[in-house]
């Protein structure tokens, strides 16, 4: 079955900076490839996905990339803000999504 | 739509007693998924149904665990008899499809004494 990778677990961040989030997958079949946000005692929310057939997808702060060849796919945060601290999850899917076991990003004052 | 609904939304019991935990998902959405998160294991997927019909159920740690989907609006995860490393906080989500956007629910937090 499909196991997921997440690194680093903890991240630690100067407000204003860059943060990166990196993750592998095993399964050649999976083919979306989510990224959730979990602020403390809540719920995870989608914050961008993407799928096989791209390579590269931005959402205003927040981008992924996605290399199929190597099975990684990555999340970019820029110009970090503190309200960006939460733990972050990826995940991969071809009919059920798994999840790595998550990044705690801290946005240091 | 009032998104997933979870029940209960916290859970105190002893070891060896039954524990139902119920899930309300988003109506039109045909996928359903029932996750567990702990600090160690993160989010594991416990089981998934498409169309009310288990699809897979590999992730059920064992058969002290059982879910079941009666209808497209609710979907039960039962743990008989429960014991205290089943103390997690179990998520519902539902999608529109099996590999799209999950919309989870508040969750339940269970603590097994």
């Known amino acids: 079955g499909e196991n997921v990778e997440q690194h680093p677990s903890t991240l630690s961040v100067q407000e204003g900076d860059s943060a990166v989030i990196k993750c592998t997958y095993s399964?050649?079949?999976?083919?979306?490839f989510p990224w959730y946000k979990q602020e403390l005692g809540k719920r995870p929310q989608l914050i961008i996905d993407?799928?096989?057939?791209?390579g590269e997808k931005k959402d205003q702060r927040i981008a992924v990339t996605l290399n199929k060849t190597a099975k990684h796919f990555s999340l970019h945060i820029t110009e970090t803000q503190p309200e960006d601290s939460a733990v972050y999850f990826c995940?991969?899917?071809?009919?059920?999504?798994?999840f790595g076991k998550g990044t705690r990003l801290h946005i240091l004052p | 739509d009032a998104g997933v609904i979870q029940s209960p939304r916290h859970e105190v019991t002893e070891m060896g007693q039954e524990v139902t935990l119920r899930c309300k998902p988003i109506?039109?959405?045909?996928?359903l998924f029932w996750y567990r998160q702990t600090m160690m294991r993160g989010l594991e997927l416990l089981i998934y149904?498409?169309?009310?019909?288990?699809?897979?159920d590999s992730g059920m740690p064992e058969d002290r665990f059982s879910a079941k989907m009666p209808n497209a609006s609710f979907s039960t995860l039962k743990i008989q008899p429960s014991e205290p490393r089943d103390s997690a906080v179990y998520f519902c989500?539902?999608?529109?499809?099996?590999?799209?956007?999950?919309?989870f629910g508040e969750g339940s937090r269970l603590t097994v004494l």
């Open positions: 989500a539902s999608s529109w499809r099996e590999a799209g956007e999950l919309f």
């Open positions: 399964d050649s079949a999976s083919n979306y």
């Open positions: 993407i799928r096989s057939n791209v």
């Open positions: 995940a991969a899917s071809d009919d059920k999504i798994i």
């Open positions: 109506s039109g959405h045909n996928s």
């Open positions: 149904f498409n169309n009310n019909v288990p699809i897979d």
